[in-house]
């Protein structure tokens, strides 16, 4: 099959006509898929069923400081807790500090710290006429949700194969004193499944911000997701890069268990400068006694130690890779050669990003939905859910069955094919 752009009027023409047939044929099969979710599915929650046996009714409940974690008590985090997430977070434990259930959480909290207490001593965003965040696109719509819903103005930044165009991200926070933060998803992206490279870790670490209060969202969410055990993306550790460039309270660092054990279910921290930890911790003391002592416990049972969470991170790759091969296979063999859309395969992480040609995303996600399958709100990985282009579109292949992702991947080529083709038209 040529590219569609060479086709003339009439081959288009004829090849609408026969797509529509054939979309005709997906509608009547009555299918109800999903690929919006980036869930991890039942199989995978399976996995860590383990966890649900190392605490029982006789267990000791004593952890290694000595305090009964039944009860009140260790404000940061439990030392096993600190060592595993410390671990797998590439940090030193005495930069660590435990929340409870979700990094969005701490995300969450600590724009809303910097918006009433300020950072560090600086004035409190909310007292300042603009606070504005860069974020780089495509990227995570939760993220987008919490600046927004503070009235944080938002700047896209476009995302590179290395990361966000770290020229952009220079100039702008040089330039702009209003510009408190920025977004990123540094490994598997979400959703690209971008890792930034060595050059772009180094030039966040050496950033020269205009404000004082700037500060890096470094959301490793995916920092140990990898899918292949002979392709692996490695990260530069940020907080040490900052440190050895004389920024050492850049940075923030987020991330979670949730799709290691039980996503809404398991613990996440936070890393940071003892500086940026003090206003975390100043703040943490007035707003609980303490985090779910007994979930921590549970975790650092169960793992042991990192080389538990890796070999057991070796599990979920073992069933998301076929899930996310049928996906790309499908991608290439239907849609290959055609230049209507563009993707990456990824390496981890839990997304394909798909970009179709100019303004046809929206088209592609509501006829896929005629067809009986939900993928993720076109614009959503944009600021505002306004995608300028209207081309991309985020694939979740996790949750759906490894025969429901192939009737799913069939909708999605072929929503693609119709789209493009009366957009030639059009
Ligand atoms: N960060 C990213 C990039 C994510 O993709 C997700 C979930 O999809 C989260 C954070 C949510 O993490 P948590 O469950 O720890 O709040």
Redesign the pocket.
């Known amino acids: 099959m040529k590219p569609y752009a060479e086709l003339s009027k009439e081959e288009l023409q004829e090849l609408k006509t026969a797509l529509e047939a054939q979309f005709e044929e997906e509608k009547a099969k009555g299918l109800s898929l999903d690929m919006s979710r980036?869930?991890p599915s039942a199989d995978q929650l399976d996995l860590s069923m383990g966890m649900m046996d190392v605490l029982g009714s006789d267990s000791q409940l004593v952890c290694s400081e000595g305090v009964d974690c039944r009860n009140y008590g260790v404000l940061d985090g439990i030392a096993e807790a600190k060592q595993l997430l410390s671990d797998m977070m590439e940090v030193p434990k005495e930069n660590i500090v435990i929340f409870g259930?979700?990094?969005?959480?701490?995300?969450f909290d600590t724009v809303a710290r910097s918006m009433t207490h300020g950072v560090m001593g600086s004035t409190p965003w909310a007292r300042l006429d603009a606070v504005k965040f860069l974020c780089p696109v495509p990227g995570?719509d939760?993220?987008f949700t919490i600046t927004e819903y503070f009235g944080i103005e938002m700047i896209p930044v476009p995302m590179t194969t290395e990361g966000p165009d770290m020229d952009m991200v220079e100039d702008l926070v040089q330039a702009d004193p209003a510009i408190k933060g920025i977004w990123c998803?540094p490994k598997y992206?979400?959703p690209q499944g971008i890792t930034y490279s060595d050059e772009t870790v180094r030039r966040f670490a050496r950033l020269k911000p205009a404000a004082e209060d700037f500060r890096i969202y470094w959301?490793n969410?995916?920092g140990i997701h990898h899918l292949y055990e002979d392709k692996q993306d490695t990260l530069l550790e940020i907080l040490e890069e900052c440190k050895q460039a004389g920024n050492p309270d850049l940075v923030y660092k987020?991330?979670?268990?949730?799709?290691i054990s039980f996503?809404?279910s398991?613990i996440?921290a936070v890393a940071s400068s003892d500086g940026n930890l003090a206003d975390i911790r100043r703040q943490m003391q007035c707003q609980t006694i303490g985090h779910d002592k007994l979930n921590q416990l549970r975790h650092a049972r169960f793992f042991k130690d990192i080389h538990g969470m890796t070999a057991h991170m070796k599990k979920h790759a073992d069933i998301l890779r076929p899930k996310f091969d049928a996906v790309l296979e499908t991608l290439e063999k239907e849609l290959g050669g055609l230049g209507i859309g563009s993707w990456i395969a990824p390496r981890g992480?839990?997304?394909i990003s798909f970009d179709s040609l100019d303004g046809c995303a929206k088209a592609i996600v509501s006829k896929a939905k005629e067809a009986g399958l939900i993928m993720t709100g076109a614009g959503a990985t944009f600021p505002y859910g306004k995608d300028p282009c209207d081309k991309n579109i985020r694939i979740a292949p996790s949750y759906p069955t490894a025969g429901e992702l192939k009737a799913a991947a069939q909708v999605f080529v072929l929503s693609v094919k119709l789209a493009s083709v009366e957009k030639l038209l059009a």
């Open positions: 980036g869930k259930n979700s990094s969005l959480n701490i995300m995570y939760r993220h998803v992206s979400n959301d969410a995916y987020f991330s979670s268990t949730s799709k996503p809404g398991g996440a992480g839990y997304f």
